[in-house]
């Protein structure tokens, strides 16, 4: 008996920011992809010219990947009734936090039967800033009783290396093994490495906390503190992190790894971190309203004061956490701030 290749997956990536557009590019290589863009202007562009010139300047996008500012038809490409493969379909939400509960509301609307298609993953990092939940909470509240199985992509990585094709290694993080190998299926490849877990909650507390850990880096290295100073935040930042992480359930071991120090590491010691850089400015002496009137936003600082109230309600001392919330939102001089981590009590390791 003959076997025929299988048809590609069908994935569709919502969100063409710089994230969402390398996804799609990296899983152009396997996959049949659909990259869905909010504005039909950047969707032509990536379509007709292979190019995203606001979020990935420079870069020649794969001739292959397409792009739609058409909500219904991203989704009718990954459901299996509608799809050209008539195969179940992948779905990447490439959204920040702050979006991720309207683009559940989507899948409701466009995709009613969730057995049409293999999964939903998402990329975000960092957690609600109203309601203090991870995405992985507000997914289910936003799909309770939609029988989907679904997961988080995540791991260290810049936007701008993944769209040159640089080599990355990422996590995907989900309870159903099935999801886990479509993911791996559709992007791992001869530059991209995709590890599965089952700890999701560790692997979007590592991405969550690593950036107000960056933002404290940043801090110190504005203040000219030196390099056993950033050596002191990486180290004791993990610490923070696995503690805040076990203590919603996830599994130390996952600490260790590539989304928890690996994606610390970079982000805390990269130029390319815009956490790093809000924590540069800050230790300069610039305000936060300053910085972001530049334009320049960071997801730890909009998850910082989140993370500090879930900690409070679960009984943890998160110090470098607090550190940070003081001075971005307490007017706290970042000296100062400093000093008084320094001045903490003794404590075993």
Known sequence: MTDFPQPPTPVTVLGAGAWGTALAAAASDLADVLLWARQPKMAAEITQTHANSRYLPNIALP??????????????????????????????????????????????????????????????????????????????????????????????????????????????????????????????????????????????????????????????????????????????????????????GAQTSTFSGLTGLGDLVLTATSDLSRNRQVGLQIGAGKTLDEILAQGLTAEGARCARAVLKRAQGLGIALPITQAVCETLFDQVPAAQAVAKLMARQATEE
């Open 63 to 248: 001739a292959g990947l397409v792009a739609t500012s058409d909500l219904a038809a991203a989704f009718a490409h990954v459901n299996r009734q509608t799809n050209a493969h008539q195969r179940p379909g992948l779905i990447v939400l490439g959204t920040p936090v702050s979006g991720l509960a309207a683009m559940c509301e989507a899948i409701r609307t466009h995709i009613p039967n969730p057995e049409l298609i293999a999964g939903v993953v998402w990329t975000c990092k960092g957690l609600d800033a109203d309601t203090a939940r991870l995405p992985h909470e507000m997914v289910q509240a936003a799909l309770a009783g939609f029988a989907m199985p679904a997961g988080v992509l995540s791991g260290p990585s810049f936007a701008i290396e993944v769209a040159r094709g640089l080599p990355v290694a990422l996590t995907v993080a989900s309870r159903h093994e099935a999801l886990r190998h479509t993911v791996i299926d559709v992007f791992h490849n001869d530059h991209m490495r995709i590890y599965a877990s089952s700890d999701v909650v560790g692997v979007e507390v590592g991405g969550a906390l690593k950036n107000i850990m960056a933002i404290a880096c940043g801090i110190s290295d504005g203040l000219y503190l030196g390099n056993n100073a950033r050596a002191a935040l990486i180290t004791r930042g993990l610490s923070e992190m696995a503690r805040f992480g076990v203590a919603l």
